[in-house]
């Protein structure tokens, strides 16, 4: 029947085929992991752009939108107080009277609401007679140190 060299050679040539066979296949799935692990990041990250893109352009429409019911609800709060001083001037008569300036809108430039700031103090305000506390003899007694 058949001998044992016979069995020998086809358990090699079996195992050839077999360690080839695996070889291949371990190669190709490595290598198609890879490229899946790869094509999978890419597309989280263009996703993850994607979404960003979206947020900022919701960002931007909604302060777009903040600045025109801004800009309506000036004007609201403007033909309310030109109403009250229309109804306030007719019922009224001369005992009110209201500045036209109020009526218009203020200029770009002009700020009247803002003061002029000074930069504040690093040391407290002294008397005109008094050193300052930043002066190299404020609190020393000139009769203790004449002595030492």
Known sequence: MYTM????????????????????????????NKRKVIMDLESQLDQAAQSRADYEAEVAEHFAQTADLLHKLTDDYRAVYTHLADGAEQ?????????????????????????????????????????????ETFGLDKSNSSAA
Request: proline share 7%.
């Open 5 to 32: 060299s016979h069995l020998l050679i086809a358990l090699f040539i079996g195992v050839g085929i077999g360690g080839f066979v695996g070889w291949y296949v371990a190669v190709n799935n490595r290598g198609d």
């Open 91 to 135: 019922l009224c008569g001369d005992q009110v009277s209201i500045s036209e300036a109020a009526l218009t809108a203020p200029a770009e430039d002009a700020k009247p609401h803002l003061v002029e700031v000074a930069q504040p103090l690093d040391y407290a305000p002294k008397k005109p007679d008094e050193q300052g506390q930043l002066s």
